[in-house]
T-cell receptor, first 115, second 110 residues
Framework: NAGVTQTPKFQVLKTGQSMTLQCAQD?????MSWYRQDPGMGLRLIHY???????DQGEVPNGYNVSRSTTEDFPLRLLSAAPSQTSVYFC??????????????FGNGTRLTVT | SQQGEEDPQALSIQEGENATMNCSYK?????LQWYRQNSGRGLVHLIL?????REKHSGRLRVTLDTSKKSSSLLITASRAADTASYFC??????????FGTGTSLTVIP
């Protein structure tokens, strides 16, 4: 049982490049989300999904796209990377139905540097 | 922002002592959760307390919630070196969003 798996673990991009951060979970969780973690800022929600085909914006969605074609996968796309997107990105999932009362399960993060 | 804030930002104690960290939040909630993050890893869920609960225990963890003051505290008793980590509170907000605080960095000295 792998839980939430994020790839890659580390990535360096140049300004303007694009990339996709991958997230997969094997717990059949309907709720999935992406956070970024910056020093002194805690974790901030980027986008989330309550099921396949449904996505919504969080606190800091600008510069990021998501899609949810399957229950298992929730990729995060950076279309044109900027230095301000240098951060550690975490994917998290949870059961649906009582999403507010359910714990989030986190991956181990992707550390992204944009130069 | 609906983000909570933990206090203190950093805490250093001797092994065996108790550690207390506090969380304040801004809006009404249904639940409040505490998470731990070891260096270089993702967050791990510790405990959830519902808005109609005032206190909850799990092993060496004790969480209190005061909805009138919009605050919560996490007490770790008889701390161990392995408790060294950052601790975050998270509150539920609009829709299906969770809001995390800025964290307390706990160092337990052997």
């Amino acid at each position: 049982n792998a839980g939430v798996t994020q790839t890659p673990k580390f990535q360096v991009l140049k300004t303007g490049q694009s990339m996709t951060l991958q997230c997969a979970q094997d717990m059949n969780h309907e709720y999935m989300s992406w956070y970024r973690q910056d020093p002194g800022m805690g974790l901030r929600l980027i986008h989330y999904s309550v099921g396949a085909g449904i996505t919504d914006q969080g606190e800091v969605p600008n510069g990021y796209n998501v899609s949810r074609s399957t229950t298992e996968d929730f990729p995060l796309r950076l279309l044109s990377a900027a230095p301000s997107q240098t951060s550690v990105y975490f994917c998290a999932s949870s059961r649906a139905g009582e999403v507010r009362g359910s714990p989030l399960h986190f991956g181990n993060g992707t550390r992204l540097t944009v130069t | 922002s609906q983000q909570g804030e933990e206090d203190p930002q950093a805490l250093s104690i001797q092994e065996g002592e108790n550690a207390t960290m506090n969380c304040s939040y801004k809006t009404s909630i249904n639940n409040l959760q505490w998470y731990r993050q070891n260096s270089g890893r993702g967050l791990v869920h510790l405990i959830l307390i519902r808005s109609n609960e005032r206190e909850k225990h799990s092993g060496r963890l004790r969480v209190t919630l005061d909805t009138s003051k919009k605050s919560s505290s996490l007490l770790i008793t008889a701390s161990r070196a392995a408790d060294t980590a950052s601790y975050f509170c998270a509150t539920d907000g609009r829709g299906n969003q969770f809001y995390f605080g800025t964290g307390t960095s706990l160092t337990v000295i052997p």
